[in-house]
């Protein structure tokens, strides 16, 4: 059993953006505020940290909502051999035959593929 390191933390990573993002929009209004009220040069610099950190928040966000994982590596020497004679029969191209093959095993590099159905053409 291995030991979970402090910043191995899935509930930081699933809400520490949504949290930050509360966080900008509770402090937000009395910046803008701020500076509006008084235009020095260190209250519009504070605005446009304030403005710059809800970009990365939300695009930050945005992309682990969007973001699937990847897929584990496939090691070739583990594809039965009537799986590549398969895609190469099923496909009337070699690219085809290494699409169709990686369609199929999930993981499969690209060179993987190919010299897969390059050895058994």
Partial sequence: MGTRRWFDNTFADTWGPVLMLVLLAVIGPGVIDSALDERSPW????????ALLVVVQVTELIRRRTHHPSTQRVDPATI???????????????VKAVKL???????LGLKEAADLVDAHR
Avoid: M, N, Q, Y
């Fill in 80 to 94: 039965p051999v009537d799986d590549v004679t398969d895609a190469i029969s099923d496909a009337p191209s070699r």
């Fill in 43 to 50: 209250k519009i610099f504070l605005v446009l940290v304030w």
């Fill in 101 to 107: 093959l990686r369609e199929r095993h999930p993981g």
